[in-house]
T-cell receptor
Framework: QKEVEQNSGPLSVPEGAIASLNCTYS??????FFWYRQYSGKSPELIMF????GDKEDGRFTAQLNKASQYVSLLIRDSQPSDSATYLC?????????FGKGTRLHILP | NAGVMQNPRHLVRRRGQEARLRCSPM?????VYWYRQLPEEGLKFMVY????????ESGMPKERFSAEFPKEGPSILRIQQVVRGDSAAYFC???????????FGQGTRLTVV
């Protein structure tokens, strides 16, 4: 059973600080990695995807991938109250996209 | 450019009835995934389809649940003889190729009474 693991949180971060979200996955053959944001009662929204080892930056978001350690992370710089949500890590595995259970992030004003 | 469209948004069924959930993927997307989500829980994979083919249905219960993605028209997730435990949010997502970025519809909230 291929798995994606995330700390459920909640993770509390002061406004303006860097939020760091982590994810590990079990399938060494995975090639595609995604971060989604989900507000309560809403559908998941894709915010980052990464396919190669290293960092990928998009605005305030940076995704980091380390395939050797089977580890993906998401950094959110200059955290805003509107960033308060559940962040879902997802991994492409055996044709499927498998999701972790998500980390609840709370930005403290 | 319409995104992924799901309907209905809310569906109430009595125990024993059938629920039919529809998903129209984004234009140009031929890959569809269905997920189920219970309150305060993650997204559980149910089934992955390409046009006219079921690629992986390992997450779908063997009984009462079925899915299709015909050549013409939306993908359908069908739940026969619904039970209270089927109450959940059902999301579909589409992507242009396998294991690529997938975009979600608004979901169908199924309530079984």
């Amino acid at each position: 059973q291929k798995e994606v693991e995330q700390n459920s949180g909640p993770l509390s971060v002061p406004e303006g600080a860097i939020a760091s979200l982590n994810c590990t996955y079990s399938d060494r053959g995975s090639q595609s990695f995604f971060w989604y944001r989900q507000y309560s009662g809403k559908s998941p929204e894709l915010i980052m995807f990464i396919y190669s080892n290293g960092d990928k930056e998009d605005g305030r978001f940076t995704a980091q991938l380390n395939k050797a350690s089977q580890y993906v992370s998401l950094l959110i710089r200059d955290s805003q109250p509107s960033d308060s949500a559940t962040y879902l890590c997802a991994v492409g595995s055996d044709d499927k996209i498998i999701f972790g259970k998500g980390t609840r992030l709370h930005i403290l004003p | 450019n319409a995104g992924v469209m799901q309907n209905p948004r809310h569906l109430v069924r009595r125990r024993g009835q059938e629920a039919r959930l529809r998903c129209s993927p984004m234009k140009g997307h031929s890959h569809v995934y269905w997920y189920r989500q219970l309150p305060e829980e993650g997204l559980k994979f149910m089934v992955y389809l390409q046009k006219e083919n079921i690629i992986d249905e390992s997450g779908m219960p063997k009984e009462r649940f079925s899915a299709e993605f015909p050549k013409e028209g939306p993908s359908i997730l069908r739940i026969q003889q619904v039970v209270r435990g089927d109450s959940a949010a059902y999301f579909c997502a589409s992507s242009p190729i396998r294991e690529a970025e997938a975009f979600f519809g608004q979901g169908t909230r199924l309530t079984v009474v």
